[in-house]
């Protein structure tokens, strides 16, 4: 295996050109494509029967196709009403139950609005949110990992060093890279070097291990003041993506990179075409 054969591309969610709207077929559609993961998108419920997880499960092996699951949006680790809370805690529970039946080893979430709180005190609720997620799930045997992501609006907690700080504190928990999401929250973020930095920065506070085992999202974004505004195709957009698949690959990161621009495939090959002839 050479080092590139080490870090997969993907879609969030069932390929465009799909036959059909399942994960099944979808999974079938990436092996087509020679695409190497794939998200499982739960993003408005987690819907799935444990049969047809199970079902999944087997086609991803026979496909050797990498599954990771993004948990639903309706989730805040910082809402004010203790049911809310409860009901968070749930559909990450119920997203990592399903996963682990199918094979995936990661669940991604969006983890919180900050509301009118301070930051540090939200990062304290949080933590202790995802405490108790982890504890459950470890004393049912399920290993998979727990993943808030990198967020792309000043309202929501989630900047890089909040989520590199919970996956240092809880064991279970490690980071999803919204490389996207950074760059449009802060303006910045978008060349080599930045990039580089970024990956230091991972090495340094969680080891080399988590580089080995990255889970990333890429997509075009359109953004303003306040941050993300939307997705659009890479092509459409400022984000310099060869810079950051230059950086990838001189750092030799390994694991998943999920492609979240509206036309998912196209860019996904995009990047996995542009990776491979660094
Ligand atoms: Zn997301």
Redesign the pocket.
């Known amino acids: 295996m050479t080092s590139k054969e080490g870090l997969l591309f993907g879609t969030?969610g069932i390929p465009l050109s799909s036959k059909a709207l399942t994960t099944q077929s979808g999974i079938e559609r990436i092996h087509e494509l020679e695409l190497g993961c794939m998200e499982v998108e739960f993003?408005r419920g987690v819907n799935m029967s444990p049969q047809t997880a199970r079902d999944v499960g087997n086609v991803a092996e026979r496909r050797a196709i990498k599954l990771s699951a993004?948990a639903p949006?309706f989730i805040n680790l910082n809402a004010q009403e203790l049911e809310k809370m409860a009901a968070s805690q749930e559909r990450i529970i119920q997203s990592a139950r399903v996963t682990a039946l199918f094979g995936g080893d990661s669940v991604?979430?969006?983890p919180a609005f900050y509301l009118k709180d301070e930051p540090s005190k939200v990062y304290a609720t949080v933590k202790n949110n995802l405490e108790q997620i982890t504890a459950k799930l470890r004393a049912e045997g399920n290993r998979v990992w727990i993943r808030p992501?990198v967020?792309g609006r000043g309202s929501q907690f989630g900047t890089l060093d909040e989520v590199l700080q919970l996956s240092a504190e809880v064991s279970g928990v490690a980071p999803?890279l919204?490389f996207a999401?950074w760059h449009a929250r802060t303006g910045k973020a978008n060349s080599y070097n930045e990039f580089i930095a970024i990956l230091k920065k991972i090495e340094t506070r969680l080891g080399r291990k988590a580089l080995d085992t990255m889970h990333m999202?890429l997509s075009g974004i359109s953004y303003g003041p306040k941050g993300e505004n939307k997705h659009v195709d890479l092509p459409e957009s400022d984000f310099k993506y060869e810079e950051l698949l230059r950086a990838l690959n001189d750092y030799k990161v390994a694991g998943t990179l999920i492609c979240?621009s509206p036309n998912l495939e196209k860019d996904a090959l995009l990047l996995q075409q542009t990776y491979r002839k660094l």
């Open positions: 969030a993003v993004h949006y991604v979430f969006h992501e967020m999803t919204d999401h999202h979240e």
